[in-house]
Structures are given as structure tokens and as C-alpha cells.
T-cell receptor, first 111, second 111 residues
Framework: GAGVSQSPSNKVTEKGKDVELRCDPI?????LYWYRQSLGQGLEFLIY????????KSGLPSDRFSAERTGGSVSTLTIQRTQQEDSAVYLC?????????FGPGTRLTVL | QKEVEQNSGPLSVPEGAIASLNCTYS??????FFWYRQYSGKSPELIMS??SNGDKEDGRFTAQLNKASQYVSLLIRDSQPSDSATYLC???????????WGAGTKLIIKP
């Protein structure tokens, strides 16, 4: 079956611009996660959606970051007024239980 | 604060030998334990899940869990150069809960 998909695979933007990253989870998975991974670093948790519950936003680094999940499926991570330190790979994962399955990621470069 | 600790490495192992990767966790109520493999430039891939004390074998991989000592390990038998990657340990207290991630151990298999 289809895995987690993310788009775009690469995004280059200028400092100060807004970007939207998209994640399509595995069908039937109730939980969806966003992570950020800078070069050579570990996974940094950003936000977690579980079913119809309020999302856990505790990992969002600033109010420039927001995410939504429409209809319990597709999610969009939005970064406003991008900064150079936002450059990283943004990973999405989905799960039904505890086992998380990752998408290929979006590599964001802020010039 | 819940923590998962791993030696960052790199851990260098000759081809054909056994690679042993270790992970300790701080939350005694943790119930589910996972090993992910991440190749350079790729997203994490789930390779082993373990939920009860003891060993779980899958091909060349064996996960070992010791809840009393709060550690989980991954053994890779007959190591191959293709096993060279970063291995991430993740732990959760129960199902439908986000994972707590270690920073990963970089494994290098030398031909």
C-alpha cells in the first residue's frame, strides 16, 4: 500500500517568505507527527495530531510555525517569515498505534 | 523529563562481526520500544519493535529489552557495509502516545 507522502521534496525560498509543506499520511492512520532534522542532528518534535483531539503543539519553536490537519487526513505545516535557521529537513510521520512510519521529507533551504 | 540516551558514535565494526547498539531510558513506565535505521539523506525506517522483556529476533537483527535495568539494545549479526547508518532508539509509555527519541548512534561497517 501507499506510504506517507510529502511535498515538495525540496523547497528553496528567500528569507522573509512564507512556505507551506504538505503531508499525506497512510490511509487509516489516526496520528500524524511533524519533526524537523537539521544536518547531522537528531529528530526535533514539532507537533502531533491524534484523531479529533486538540493537537500537541509543544514542540513548535516559535509562533511563525503553525500546522493544521484537515478531515483527519492531510496536514499542512506553515512557516511564516522564514529565517535562515529554519533550513532543515521537515519530516512527517503517521501511525495507528505506536509504530511511526515516515515520509521522505521536505528539504527546506532559506537563502 | 523523559529521556532516551544513546552513544553518538561513530561505532566502527568490521564486516562480518556483530554490531551492538545500546539505548537507556529514564521513564520506568515505558512500554514500547523501537529501533529505526536512517541512511544518510533518507528518512528513518522502522526495523524492530519490542514490547516485553527478553530477546526478539528478525533475520540478522535481535532486539533485547531489560525493563529492570531500563535498557534496550540492538544486535546486528554478520554486519554488512549496507548496515552503515544511524540507528535511532525510540520509547513510548503506551500506545497512541508520541515517541521519545534518542539522538542516534552512527554505525560504520568496515569492509
Amino acid at each position: 500500500g501507499a506510504g506517507v507522502s510529502q511535498s515538495p521534496s525540496n523547497k528553496v525560498t528567500e528569507k522573509g517568505k512564507d512556505v507551506e509543506l504538505r503531508c499525506d499520511p497512510i490511509s487509516g492512520h489516526t496520528a500524524l507527527y511533524w519533526y524537523r532534522q537539521s544536518l547531522g542532528q537528531g529528530l526535533e518534535f514539532l507537533i502531533y495530531f491524534q484523531g479529533n483531539s486538540a493537537p500537541d503543539k509543544s514542540g513548535l519553536p516559535s509562533d511563525r510555525f503553525s500546522a493544521e490537519r484537515t478531515g483527519g487526513s492531510v496536514s499542512t505545516l506553515t512557516i511564516q517569515r522564514t529565517q535562515q535557521e529554519d533550513s532543515a529537513v521537515y519530516l512527517c510521520a503517521s501511525s495507528w498505534g505506536s509504530e511511526q512510519f515516515f515520509g521522505p521529507g521536505t528539504r527546506l533551504t532559506v537563502l | 523529563q523523559k529521556e532516551v540516551e544513546q552513544n553518538s558514535g561513530p561505532l566502527s565494526v568490521p564486516e562480518g562481526a556483530i554490531a551492538s547498539l545500546n539505548c537507556t531510558y529514564s521513564d520506568r513506565v515505558s512500554q514500547s520500544f523501537f529501533w529505526y535505521r536512517q541512511y544518510s539523506g533518507k528518512s528513518p525506517e522502522l526495523i524492530m519493535s519490542i514490547y516485553s522483556n527478553g530477546d526478539k529476533e528478525d533475520g540478522r537483527f535481535t532486539a533485547q529489552l531489560n525493563k529492570a535495568s531500563q535498557y534496550v539494545s540492538l544486535l546486528i549479526r554478520d554486519s554488512q557495509p549496507s548496515d552503515s547508518a544511524t540507528y535511532l532508539c525510540a520509547v513510548t509509555p503506551h500506545s497512541n502516545y508520541q515517541l521519545i527519541w534518542g539522538a542516534g548512534t552512527k554505525l560504520i561497517i568496515k569492509p
